[in-house]
């Protein structure tokens, strides 16, 4: 409200000149009561402003230089803390760079660690296979034997039924019994 007053009143007082110089031309000579007049008008001007204009630009000036301290301040103080934090940022970055090392290096121990337990693995599992191949391998060459010999012995005694059946008299075949349980007597007593 008082700044609209202390406008009012400068722009009064200001356009108050131009009413003069709006009338007639005084005469040649100059007159002391204009001088005065004038000395009044500028007084009264003058008073106006320090009385009224002066402690709103007083009040004006101190908060703007307020608001522009308070701001410095505050950037002040914004910026040493953006200062922290990017320093903040580059410890962090630098222990980041460290930690990717040590991961890395990690890994890498890791990474060997797993290599050489799937090559024992693949190893034990390679000397696996092969006892498991050498037991098929013998398995199954005995179990060739056994047939074989199963059908050896199997030719053998149908051979040996012919043979008997044609050429063997009743005399040959007490004579084989004899030699039969003889042998199996001696074997007995070993």
Known sequence: MKL??????????????????????????????????????????VFILVHYAAPAFRKFFADRSGRIIANLDRSQTNFRSATDTAR????????????????????????????????????????????????????IVDRGRRIVQTHLAATAAGLAHRLITNDFEAGDQNRLLREFLSTMNQEARL
């Open 4 to 45: 609209k007053t202390t406008v009012a009143v400068t722009v009064g007082v200001g356009l108050t000149p131009a009413l003069g110089f709006c009338a007639e031309r005084a005469p040649e000579g100059g007159s002391w009561v204009a001088l005065l007049f004038y000395i009044i008008n500028f007084a009264l001007f």
């Open 88 to 139: 903040q940022a580059e410890t962090q970055l630098a222990s980041l760079e460290a930690e990717k090392a040590r991961l890395l290096t990690e890994m890498n121990e890791e990474t060997a660690r797993d290599v050489a337990r799937i090559q024992e693995l693949g190893q034990a599992s390679v000397e696996r296979i092969r006892r498991d191949a050498e037991l098929t391998a013998r398995s």
